[in-house]
């Protein structure tokens, strides 16, 4: 069974504290690592789709990467509208099924 | 374009009562997937819909069921509601059945009393 783990749960940071959130996975036969990011009452934002381990993608302050068994999301600098739940998910098999982790919560004080 | 909409996007019913929510994707978006959201366990995939037909289902009783029409909008359907079915439920939209991303909408949020 696909398993999605991440951590911290949840994160306080100084504006202009940089930090990273981590996902690791179980997944036999990966095609896809998604990084949503989801703010209170609304639904998952997309932020970014990787494929094969050792691809990073950029987005403003943040960058995700991607290893065989997981993945960083990075936070340059960040400002307190980066203050959301982040979460991961993993795609594998037919369709379009995810398998989502826990999310980690980051509050990011001025 | 315009973005998913889920309608209603509140919802308050009773326990045994039946609910029926509705997705409409991104215009050109094919493949329509029902997740439940709760706190304590987090996204669960619901079901998935591609070309009019379920393609995955997750592992949730058969009172949760869904459909798709020929013009991709979708709808998700729950049966003698139980209070624990409160929750946020999201569909999500893609162009094909390949992976490619999901974009979510706002959600329905169900109350069950």
């Known amino acids: 069974e696909d398993q999605v783990t991440q951590s911290p749960e949840a994160l306080r940071l100084q504006e202009g504290e940089s930090s990273s959130l981590n996902c690791s996975y179980t997944v036999s036969g990966l095609r896809g690592l998604f990084w949503y990011r989801q703010d209170p009452g609304k639904g998952p934002e997309f932020l970014f789709t990787l494929y094969s381990a050792g691809e990073e993608k950029e987005k403003e302050r943040l960058k995700a990467t991607l290893t065989k068994k997981e993945s960083f999301l990075h936070i340059t600098a960040p400002k307190p509208e980066d203050s959301a739940t982040y979460l991961c998910?993993?795609?594998?098999?037919?369709?379009?099924?995810?398998?989502f982790g826990g999310g980690t919560r980051v509050l990011v004080k001025p | 374009k315009a973005g998913v909409t889920q309608t209603p996007r509140y919802l308050i019913k009773t326990r045994g009562q039946q609910v029926t929510l509705s997705c409409s994707p991104i215009s050109g978006h094919r493949s329509v997937s029902w997740y439940q959201q709760t706190p304590g366990q987090g996204l669960q995939f619901l079901f998935e819909?591609?070309?009019?037909?379920?393609?995955n289902k997750g592992n949730f009783p058969g009172r949760f069921s869904g459909r798709q029409f020929s013009n991709s909008r979708s709808e998700m359907n729950v049966s003698t509601l139980e209070l624990g079915d409160s929750a946020l439920y999201l569909c999500a939209s893609s162009l094909d059945g390949t992976g490619a991303e999901q974009y979510f909408g706002p959600g329905t949020r169900l109350t069950v009393t």
């Open positions: 819909y591609f070309s009019e037909t379920q393609r």
């Open positions: 998910a993993v795609h594998r098999g037919a369709g379009n099924k995810l398998t």
